[in-house]
């Protein structure tokens, strides 16, 4: 009897043990989908608002597809291999600015204040930024410098093809014509010994 009792009451504690591991588990798994939840909202409540430090203005883009750009954005983009469309675009703002320096002065400051800005945000994003004319000068140069070296590359290595083409023809006429001279000889010698050419 006491054996049968003891029996009976491990397993009802190793089911009440089971039903408190269950309990406890559906709470955490329930937590955790609380804690996801939350951290959603907050990132799209993050998304939907600004954020403005002091005097900046940071403004996060939505995330997904790549954006058209604008005409003024590709304006203000200084990115690229391509120089002489980076040169012409620094020196068109460039010359605007001197305009607006003549005739309103403070207006160019902001002007030049934003550049900086601007310069400094896409620095900071990992953008290199190609405004400096003197370094565009450069690299177009050595564009140019690499583009002359490459075509002297090619032409000489197309001189070498057909110098190379011709000297295997070359060999292969003269194998051929070894050939057909060898096989003239062997004939002859056949034929002499067969006592029909003296």
Do not use: C, H
Not at 173 to 194: A, F, G, H, P, T
């Amino acid at each position: 009897m006491a054996a049968v009792k003891f029996e009976q009451e491990r397993k009802l504690k190793r089911r009440m043990s089971k039903m408190k591991m269950k309990q406890r588990r559906s709470e955490e798994k329930r937590e955790k989908v609380e804690a996801k939840t939350e951290a959603k909202k907050e990132k799209v409540e993050a998304k939907d608002k600004p954020v403005s430090f002091s005097k900046f203005d940071f403004l996060i883009k939505a995330d997904g597809k790549k954006k058209r750009l604008s005409t003024s954005e590709k304006k203000q983009k200084f990115t690229g291999k391509d120089y002489k469309s980076l040169i012409n675009k620094v020196e068109k703002r460039e010359e605007k600015l001197e305009k607006l320096r003549e005739k309103e002065p403070e207006r160019a400051v902001e002007v030049e204040e934003d550049i900086k800005w601007n310069r400094a945000v896409k620095k900071a994003q990992g953008v290199k930024v190609k405004d400096n004319i003197d370094l565009l000068k450069k690299g177009l140069k050595r564009k140019e410098k690499m583009k002359e070296k490459r075509k002297e590359q090619w032409s000489n290595r197309e001189k070498n093809v057909e110098r190379e083409k011709a000297k295997k023809q070359e060999k292969r006429r003269e194998n051929l014509q070894k050939r057909i001279d060898d096989k003239k000889k062997n004939k002859l010698k056949v034929m002499r010994k067969k006592g029909r050419i003296l």
